[in-house]
Every structure is written in C-alpha cells, then in structure tokens.
C-alpha cells in the first residue's frame, strides 16, 4: 500500500471510530476494533491520536472511550459559520444596494480569512469575486478585524511566519500592525488602502455572537477612485451599523 493510500485509509478509520462512539455513546478498545475490523493496536493508535486532538475522551475508571469536546468546537464552528452566512446575506445585500459596492462576510480559518458571504451593489467591479476566497490577516480590512479579536497565539504565528508584502502599501511592520489593532479594537473598524491590491480599499467591522466573541467580519470593499482614503471613516459608520445589527441577530445584546 502506498504511503498515500495508507494515510487515506488511517483518516477513513479514525471517521469511522467518531462514527461509532456517536452511535454507541462509549466503547473499549476491544469493541472499536471488533467493530472496525482492525488489531487492537490499530485501534489503539487511531484512539490515542483522536485523544491528543481532543475528538475523543477517556474515562480512566471505566477504561473507555467518548467523544470529546473538541468535538463540540468543531460542531458549533460549523453551526456558527452556517448561521453568519444565513443571518448575513441579507443584510449584505441592503448594504450593498445603499453602498453600490461589493459586501462580504468573513471568517477566522486557521490563520486567514475566508469570505462566507458576498453581495454587489450597482456599481461593484464584476471581477471581484471573493467569496470562498482565503485572504491575508495582515492586508485586509476582515483580516485585521478578525486578528484585533483572535487569541494570541495567531498573531504570535502569523509573525513568526513574517508579514508578506503584496503591494507598496502592505503593512510589514510588527509594530505598526500591532498598533492598526489596537486601533481597530478601540474604534470599532479596520481599513485598508490598496494594501492586498493596488487600487482597492475596504472597511470592515466585527461580528459579534451572544456572548460578545468575535466570529465574522462585515466589509465593504471597492476601486479607490470611488472609495477614497478620505470616505473610508463614514463608510466605516454604515459598516458598523450593518455589523452591529448582524450581531443582534447573532443573539449578541439582545
């Protein structure tokens, strides 16, 4: 068996093991191997390396094993993810129609940004399309609301990988993000002018759940020659606006 081969069959396994502690509640090793078709052992590494991911979780007393929390955070991620899209859309569409430019919703995914939700207004460049679209924390307006909000740890590991240029005007100075950050954390909004593209500025404002974590990016992005630097901070009013009331419906302040 090739070496791919052997690591599609490993994650086909270790599925079917979070398969069957859903069906079964809890298991011993004996039972998911029994189950899976597999030696002891197998079930044993698969079993361990679900555990140090947090999927599944030993009862030392009964020696069996359960799904895990981790579990729990996958699942309300993909909830919440479905729910930012769902809830957003409209509202992106209204801001898009009053705006007449192109309107996303964006998400924290691992260490960037992806685009959940878009909508165009009138005047939207056609070509433009970011939705699924994986952007930079560092050099976009969603980026910078989503990494002002994100645990340490992001920033520590989007540093250390180094802040890469994309135009003249991309910020690769630590110290300089850190301060757009903290910013953007006080005043409510990030902006970016022509630093992911030349010609191309955004606003954005965070989306909060009901418990006040951020989990989305509302922006509002366009050609500079309409959305000039100077326009950018009462744009950043009507972002806020549509950002705050998505929050509402995300259960926040309610």
């Not at 011993?28 to 590494?45: C, D, M, P, Q, Y």
């Not at 555990?51 to 996958?74: D, F, I, P, T, W």
């Not at 957003?88 to 940004?113: H, K, Q």
């Not at 005007?169 to 992911?196: K, M, R």
């Amino acid at each position: 068996m090739t070496d791919k081969a052997s690591a599609v069959q490993s994650v086909d396994r270790a599925v079917s093991v979070l398969e069957s502690l859903a069906r079964h509640g809890e298991a011993g090793v004996t039972e998911i191997a029994e189950e899976l078709g597999v030696h002891k052992s197998t079930a044993f590494r698969l079993l361990g390396a679900l555990e140090n991911r947090g999927l599944v979780a030993q009862s030392r007393e009964r020696g069996k094993y359960r799904l895990g929390a981790g579990m729990l955070r996958l699942a309300g991620a993909a909830a919440g993810r479905l729910d930012i899209s769902q809830e957003g859309l409209p509202l992106c569409r209204d801001l898009a129609d009053e705006v007449g430019e192109t309107v996303n919703i964006a998400i924290l995914d691992d260490d960037a940004a992806v685009n959940v939700t878009q909508a165009r207004g009138a005047a939207a460049v056609a070509t433009y399309n970011w939705l699924g679209r994986r952007t930079p924390l560092h050099a976009t307006s969603s980026g910078k609301v989503l990494l002002a909000h994100a645990p340490a740890a992001v920033g520590k590991r989007l540093l250390a990988a180094g802040l890469e240029r994309f135009t003249e005007h991309t910020v690769t100075s630590p110290a300089v993000l850190d301060a757009q950050l903290g910013a953007c954390a006080e005043q409510g909004y990030a902006v970016v002018v022509e630093e992911l593209e030349r010609g191309l500025n955004a606003v954005a404002a965070p989306v909060r759940s009901y418990d006040g974590t951020v989990i989305g990016a509302l922006s509002v992005s366009g050609p500079a020659y309409r959305l000039g630097e100077e326009l950018l901070p009462a744009l950043a009013k009507r972002t806020m606006a549509a950002a705050d009331e998505l929050s509402r419906r995300m259960g926040h302040g309610g």
